[in-house]
């Protein structure tokens, strides 16, 4: 399974962006988006079941950011409001291996390659 993160860009703060995930080459189960600030762990941002029924956000995103996927395209999505400059980060976008739906980064089988967000004050 081959990943492709996209979208990321530089927004001000209270900006908006919406990054996509393209998946293609094999089948896979829960996606999720995770991102790594300079210095920092990889930490979990957000998760959605394969169904696409069930999701689940890090505290410090909840109510500003919105997972989803689209089974059509095989893409997944985050849309990201009210951004702040401590969301400013390497997001990256991560698949399971099938019937798998998890926050932590070492369940996940399949990873893009990131796409730089940077948020200005």
């Known amino acids: 399974v081959q990943l492709q993160a996209s979208g990321g860009g530089l927004v001000q703060v209270g900006g908006s962006l919406r990054l996509s995930c393209a998946a293609s080459?094999?089948?896979?189960?829960?996606m999720g988006w995770f991102r790594q600030a300079p210095g920092k762990e990889r930490e979990f941002i957000a998760a959605?079941?394969?169904?696409?029924?069930?999701?689940a956000y890090e505290d410090s995103v909840t109510g500003r950011f919105t997972i989803s996927r689209d089974d059509v395209k095989n893409t997944m999505y985050l849309q990201m409001i009210s951004l702040k400059p401590e969301d400013t980060a390497v997001y990256y976008c991560?698949?399971?291996?099938?019937?798998?739906?998890?926050?932590?980064?070492?369940?996940?089988?399949?990873w893009g390659q990131g796409t730089q967000v940077t948020v200005s004050s």
């Open positions: 991560a698949a399971t291996a099938q019937g798998v739906f998890t926050i932590f980064p070492e369940e996940y089988k399949y």
């Open positions: 080459g094999g089948t896979f189960g829960g």
């Open positions: 959605v079941k394969w169904s696409g029924d069930s999701t």
